[in-house]
């Protein structure tokens, strides 16, 4: 059996850690510098940073606080919300993340992320999926991806996503379930 591991994840929204019900209302949790210190005082084995308005704002994420959030913590730290290149991943892991977290920009161009494994091996690449459940017409469900922090149906579907992912070159697959 595998060992469970502890991996809070931390939504970014306008430099604050934010918490919301199937993704909408939230509500102010504090600094995200502040939390990933306590986490990594509580043992937890891995933090991940997502910056969930950079996609849907068209902009990067703030680096500022990832370098000084990767200054302070001695846990793995994985950051996403924004990258939509090499370069992105580049800055990203510059500033001390351990693993780059991609979504909008991986449904957008499937490539990147067999890209990003060969310049930076697979290990370092997660592949972030937003997923919600829908009906189809044939009175069966699917999970359906969203992109843009949650904002946009792309009509794919979840499990076949994650698993094309994992062909690409994807280390890891960050889900996350819209509904609950």
């Excluded at 949790?29 to 990594?40: C, F, I, N, Q």
């Excluded at 994985?78 to 920009?105: E, F, H, N, Q, Y």
């Excluded at 991986?106 to 930076?120: C, H, N, Q, T, V």
């Excluded at 992912?165 to 996350?176: D, R, S, V, Y």
Aim: one cysteine or more.
């Amino acid at each position: 059996m595998e060992a469970k591991r502890i991996i809070p994840c931390l939504d970014v929204k306008d430099g604050r850690v934010v918490k919301g019900v199937k993704f909408v209302n939230f509500r102010d949790e504090g600094d995200p510098v502040e939390l990933a210190v306590y986490y990594d005082n509580e043992n937890a084995d891995e933090l991940v940073f997502l910056d969930i308005t950079a996609s849907h704002e068209e902009r990067s994420i703030m680096l500022d606080i990832v370098e000084e959030t990767a200054s302070k913590i001695s846990i793995p730290l994985t950051v996403g919300g924004g990258i939509r290149s090499i370069d992105d991943m580049k800055a990203i892991l510059a500033a001390g993340a351990d693993k780059v977290s991609i979504s909008s920009a991986a449904i957008r161009d499937p490539e990147l992320i067999s890209k990003a494994a060969g310049e930076f091996g697979s290990k370092r690449i997660v592949v972030a999926i937003d997923a919600k459940r829908m009906e189809t017409g044939d009175d069966g469900l699917i999970w359906e991806v969203y992109i843009n922090g949650g904002r946009k149906a792309t009509g794919i579907d979840a499990v076949k996503w994650a698993q094309e992912a994992e062909k690409l070159g994807a280390g890891e697959i960050l889900l996350t379930s819209m509904d609950t």
